[in-house]
């Protein structure tokens, strides 16, 4: 993997030309290489060793505590010495200042080593992040910096019970507490009263304070919320109550853990049900969990979704880097296990001949009696690797696996040119990750799962066992369709808002880059036929499109959003092994490597989009017109 990660780094997206920008200025190749040694070092030392100790000993609550192995707290320990919480704020904060395709390649290897145990830390730079923007200074420097200093660690609480992935359905309250509530230090201060689900992190013990970042809505003089999202704000909930400088008053707030949730995998970061305001504690001697708002009333989701192209690009890595553990494992099986013997032809011996069994007749057609395969099994077994069909399982893996980190790292890698390029570049990548966002997240949640699937196919009956880790990536891997915005939302974000807003342009934007690689490529010879096959592929989806939007009506358009997403994901996938192909250059193992998994996208992937843009250009009506009784 760290052969295939500095390949794509260095030789494909050349990060080191980063450090000829202001804010990139004092790293330079060496610093970045340092960071990811340091990072991958931890990983295998204090991660790796734990992951299915933390499969197998999850968080159990108490009555008073959750308990988490003390594996899990050390290597939280070790992250938080890394500095990696605040790996790419400013040093003025403590920070770094690497770039955030440093910061994710960096973070990859915490996915791939145990992704669970990982997810304290994402959430919590998330959270901090957020605070960093849109926060007023004093919750910065008392909130933000003591997250990025891994003294208290954080959470997104937006999910409730009724609402589910619906945000707009929020039911939590925020009411004023008494008045002069705009007057407190830390934020307008309100008591917050509700429930929250699915909220990963939302308690342990691994930091002194749990800083809870909350959706929720405040009434107005009537009492009643504004339905929809425009009445939804955002609310710091500490779990300790805290002063302005930044110090632990000793008082709970009114958050209680409700009970957890037993997950099918990721069992090492504790997920759970919180309930704000519920009056187990009373904060100040009153009930309600004391909440100081970010931002303004009704601009919480705006708030939220700041920090949402990174937290989307984080979920697709990890997605990545669960296939690429599966990859990798079912891989040295392969090249371990002896089973099988070489097929041979046996010339002109029918089928029953062949097989040693009695002809049975003499009404066979004498187009059967042709070479038939045969085997010696007096000959010596060899490595399933060998065998054509668990070769394609692997090259379907390498494909997955690595296409999605070169997809993830581009992502990131436009993060910075956003943040950092000239205007032009800048409004460029914006729009460019318009587009590609829902890819990251949904594309290699389904595929680098579907690898973790095939890896344990590789493996037989063992790989069904908890006797190698391969079927715990797979679980591990299953949640990653579901959060940070459900395949189905992805397809409808993507086709109902992505590739038609303002007219079209960030489709036109990627199409230009993906023309740009076609014409690069085929003045390779080798690359030439794929160069074609993509520019045929990007005209179907971009026929595809306009032929979803034909009647303008929604309902229509977005019935099979899902199968457009596949079938874009697909092309993009297609676009950027052709855009890797143009980097790999000599005829090493490595080389010849990328250049098979290039091959095997374009031959037994890309034709996919056909069946899924089928459905699409026709507007099919099944599944919108389908009734519940029929089921």
Known sequence: MRQTLDFLLNDWLKVADLTQRERFAEHSAETFGAVLDTCEKIAREKFAPFNRLADTQEPHFDGERVHLPQ?????????????????????????????????????????????????????????????????????????????????????MCLSEPQAGSSLSDVATRAEPDGEGFEQDALGPRYRLKGNKMWISGGEHEISENIIHLVLAKIPGPDGKTIPGTRGISLFIVPKRMV??????????????????????????????LLNFGEGKFKPGGSAGAVGYRVGKPGEGLKCMFHMMNEARIG????????????????????????????????????????????????????????????????????????????????????SYVEGGLALELLCARLVDEQHSGAPEAAAEAKALLEVLIPIAKSWPSEWCLEANSLAIQVLG???????????????????????????????????????????GKALAVLAARINKTIEQALARP??????????????????????????????EALANATAYLQAFGHTVLAW????????????????????????????????????????????????????????
């Open 71 to 155: 594996a899990t707290h050390e290597a939280m320990a070790a992250y938080v010495e890394s500095g990696m919480l605040a790996a790419a704020q400013d040093y003025e904060i403590g920070g770094m200042q690497l770039p955030c395709v440093i910061e994710m390649a960096a973070n990859a290897f915490f996915s791939k080593a145990s992704v669970a145990m990982g997810g304290y830390a994402m959430l919590t730079s998330g959270n901090a992040s957020l605070l960093m923007a849109h926060g007023t200074p004093l919750q910065r420097e008392v909130f933000a910096k003591n997250e990025f200093a891994g003294r208290w660690f954080g959470t």
């Open 243 to 272: 002063n302005e400088r930044g110090e632990l008053t000793g008082e709970r707030n009114d958050v209680a853990l409700a009970g957890l949730n037993h997950k099918l995998g990721y069992r090492g970061t504790t997920n759970t």
């Open 315 to 398: 979920v697709g890595l990890g997605a990545v880097m669960l296939g690429y553990a599966g990859y990798e494992a079912s891989l040295d099986y392969a090249r371990q296990r002896p089973q099988g013997r070489p097929m041979t032809a046996a010339a002109g011996a029918g089928p029953s001949q062949a097989s040693g069994t009695p002809s049975g007749g003499g009404d066979r057609a004498a187009g059967d009696r042709g070479p038939k395969a045969v085997k010696d099994a007096a000959s010596p077994q060899r490595p399933i690797i060998e065998h054509a069909d668990v070769k394609r399982m692997l090259l379907a893996q390498k």
């Open 461 to 503: 009956g063992y790989g069904y066992t908890r006797d190698f880790p391969v079927e715990q990536y797979w679980r591990d891997n299953r949640l990653n369709m579901i959060h940070e915005g459900t395949h189905g939302i992805q397809g409808l974000d993507l086709l109902g808002r992505k590739v038609v807003m303002d007219g």
């Open 526 to 555: 080798e690359l030439a036929e794929s160069a074609n096959q993509l520019a045929a592929a990007l005209a179907k989806v971009g026929r595809a499109t306009k032929m979803a939007w034909a009647t303008g009506q929604p309902e």
């Open 576 to 631: 950027l092994w052709l855009d890797v192909g143009l980097s790999v250059h000599g005829d090493s193992d490595f080389a010849q490597g990328k250049r098979a998994a290039q091959r095997y996208f374009y031959a037994y992937e890309l034709p996919r989009i056909e069946a899924w843009l089928g459905v699409v250009e026709r507007r099919e009506a099944l599944c919108r017109e389908m009734r519940s009784e029929y089921f």
